[in-house]
């Protein structure tokens, strides 16, 4: 599985920018899919998750403003971001769990399999 992320770039503080996460290769269908942010000087953390069946949870930072959603047909995971503040400056990264295991929500990093490489998105104050 490769998964090629995209939609980042520079916003002001108030917008919405929304990022794709394409998957190619095997079908994602049956993988749960994350997002993780890693802002300058500090670790990657998580920020939302999406079950196969399209279950979501997010860190309570960004509940509320960001949604995480799934298009299976597409092969392609989203997240739309909305009441963009300076702090969600940083660059995003989906992942993608492969092993199995029937729980939710998968929110550590080690527990996913694929990772993208990442997009940047800058929110000026």
């Known amino acids: 599985v490769q998964l090629q992320a995209s939609g980042g770039g520079l916003v002001q503080a108030g917008g919405s920018l929304r990022l794709s996460c394409a998957a190619s290769?095997?079908?994602?269908?049956?993988?749960?899919m994350g997002w993780f942010r890693q802002a300058p000087g500090k670790e990657r953390e998580f920020v939302a998750t999406?079950?196969?069946?399209?279950?979501?949870y997010y860190a309570d930072s960004v509940k509320g403003r960001f949604t995480i959603f799934r298009d299976n047909a597409k092969n392609t995971v989203y997240l739309q971001m909305n009441s963009l503040k300076p702090e969600d400056t940083a660059v995003y990264y989906c992942?993608?769990?492969?092993?199995?295991?029937?729980?939710?929500?998968?929110?550590?990093?080690?527990?996913?399999?694929?990772w993208g490489q990442g997009t940047l998105v800058t929110v000026s104050s």
């Open positions: 992942a993608a769990r492969s092993r199995g295991g029937d729980y939710f929500p998968i929110v550590f990093q080690d527990e996913y399999d694929y």
């Open positions: 999406v079950s196969w069946s399209g279950n979501t």
């Open positions: 290769g095997r079908a994602f269908d049956n993988y749960p």
